[in-house]
Nanobody, 121 residues
Framework: QVQLVESGGGLVQAGGSLRLSCVAS????????MGWYRQAPGKQRELVAR???????NYAESVKGRFTISRDNAKNSVYLQMNSLKPEDTAVFYC???????????????WGQGTQVTVSS
């Protein structure tokens, strides 16, 4: 089994910062892309930021310049530093990873349970 466990969500005032963490555990051979998605009430889940195994990144336009994604391959972890938070950032944030469990297996998508981020105005 593979598990993704997130931490770091919470309540913050507009303009504040939060740092989300996600660690993958279990039978893992390699991790390709890792990323963060979010889902606000009544809206579809959307990509926030993604980082590949080579360190290349891409961000949603709405968070560019405010959020930074990073990963620690040795710890099977991905992080999201969120600065200058806005009320419209309020959502449940989900960690995602594309993981191969063996050298001969294809990569599958895994998701964390989600962590709530609430930004008050």
């Amino acid at each position: 089994q593979v598990q993704l466990v997130e931490s770091g969500g919470g309540l913050v005032q507009a303009g504040g910062s939060l740092r989300l963490s996600c660690v993958a555990s279990g039978r893992i051979f390699s991790i390709n892309g890792m990323g963060w998605y979010r889902q606000a009430p009544g809206k579809q889940r959307e990509l926030v930021a993604r980082i590949l195994s080579d360190g290349s990144t891409n961000y949603a336009e709405s968070v560019k310049g405010r959020f930074t994604i990073s990963r620690d391959n040795a710890k099977n972890s991905v992080y999201l530093q969120m600065n200058s938070l806005k009320p419209e950032d309020t959502a449940v944030f989900y960690c995602h990873a594309s993981i191969s469990r063996a050298s001969w297996s294809i990569a599958l998508d895994y998701w964390g349970q989600g962590t709530q981020v609430t930004v008050s105005s």
